[in-house]
Structures are given as C-alpha cells and as structure tokens.
C-alpha cells in the first residue's frame, strides 16, 4: 500500500498501520481496493466467532476437539464474510439516513479491518483447548477442580481479549469515520441505529420461524443478544 509522506510514496502494511493509523490506512485501502485481503481478515473473524458459537451450544459433547477446530478452521472464511456483509449492509444502509457517503464495500472495508487486532484471539483458543482440552466446549462437571494456575491464566487471557476488542472497537469507529465522511459521535450513532435496526429485524425474524414452525418463540430470547454473533 502506498501513503505520501514527507511529498514522496512510500510503501506501507495496513496490517501494522490500522493499529495506529486506522483513518489513513482505511482510506488508502479502499482508494485501490476495498475487498484487499477480505477472505483473511473473514477468516480471522469467523475462526473465533465460530469458536465462540461452539462453545455457547457445548458442542464438545458430541464432536470431537480436533473435529471442532477442523470445522472452524474450514467454515471460519465464509461465517466471517458473511456476517462482514450482513452487518456492513444494514450499517451501511442506515448510514444513508445520517448522510453517509461510503459505499457498501468501502463500509465492509472498515468494519473488516478493524477486526485485525482479533489476531491475539487465535492463539489463546490453542492454549486454552490444550489446558482444558474437550470440556472447553462442553459444561465442566461438578467434580472438576480448576487450580490457582489455571485460572491465572483465565484472568490473564480475559485481560487480553478485552484489550483486543476495544481496540478493535476504536480502529472500526475511525474507520467507519473515515469512509463515511463522519465525526466520530457520528460514526457511533451509525453503528448503534444500525445495530438496533438489526437486532429488532433478527427477533423479528425469528418470531415468524417460531410462529411457522407452530412453537412459542423461547422466553429467553433477547434480541440485543443477537449482535454478540456479529
């Protein structure tokens, strides 16, 4: 990627200027090519998220662990790409009301690339499945013991995961900013209309597959909690 500096081009990597730099790393990406490196950074996303989503439904007690990785590994580029192209385009759509004036692909640009520092994630879900092996994606019986070392190493990787996600959150916010031509108060307020939009189509949504499916939609159901897939 080339960024001017000092009135000559220099070469630069949005891989390691989108940490510091988000604004102007956005804006030369999409200038050349707003889907560069689309299917990594999917990947890296849809790897954790699906990780994430194994977990939430145990299912360790029915697949191997080396079988769960193996289905996040391969399904992991087109999860990510997916939910990069289903929330760009409603956040894309209601930045339309604000008076955005990125396009749906520069939009995905910017909420992909901030998903870099999400890299942290990989390697902790190695560690963990080695210290606590299948029942990572199942529910831990009663007769487990967790020893003071391993839940120093819970706190230690907790501490890390938020670091990586808020600033995570920060590149995406300038990044959304940049390409929308917002303030950054305005960029937030894309980001949460547009998150409401969604959550309350997604119930919504799910509403009507329960009523098709002649059931009571489950109590528990909260739609906010849909953006954790997201």
Excluded at 49 to 68: C, D, E, H, K, R
Excluded at 81 to 102: N, P, R
């Amino acid at each position: 990627m080339l960024a001017q500096k000092g009135g000559c081009m220099i070469e630069t990597n949005p891989w390691k200027t989108i940490w510091t730099e988000p604004r102007a790393t956005i804006a030369s990406v999409v200038s050349q090519n707003p889907n560069r490196h689309l299917w990594w950074l999917s990947s890296i996303y849809g790897f954790s998220s699906l990780l994430n989503t194994f977990q939430s439904i145990l299912l360790g007690a029915t697949v191997s662990l080396p079988g769960i990785f193996l289905l996040a590994i391969v399904f992991a580029p087109l999860w990510g790409y997916i939910c990069f192209s289903v929330w760009s385009w409603v956040v894309s759509f209601t930045g339309k009301w604000l008076k955005g004036v990125g396009t749906f692909q520069q939009v995905r640009a910017a909420y992909a690339w901030s998903v870099v520092p999400l890299l942290a994630n990989i390697p902790l879900w190695f560690v963990l499945a080695a210290v606590f092996g299948q029942q990572l994606f199942t529910n831990f019986s009663d007769s487990t013991v967790v020893t003071n070392g391993q839940v120093a190493l819970l706190f230690a990787i907790l501490l890390v995961r938020i670091g990586a996600t808020v600033w995570s959150i920060v590149i995406y916010i300038n990044a959304l900013a940049q390409v929308q031509q917002f303030t950054i108060l305005r960029a937030i307020g894309n980001i949460l209309l547009a998150g409401l939009i969604f959550a309350v189509a997604a119930y919504l949504i799910l509403i009507l597959f329960f009523g098709v499916m002649g059931q009571s939609a489950p109590a528990a159901i909260n739609p906010f909690n849909l953006l954790e897939t997201l």
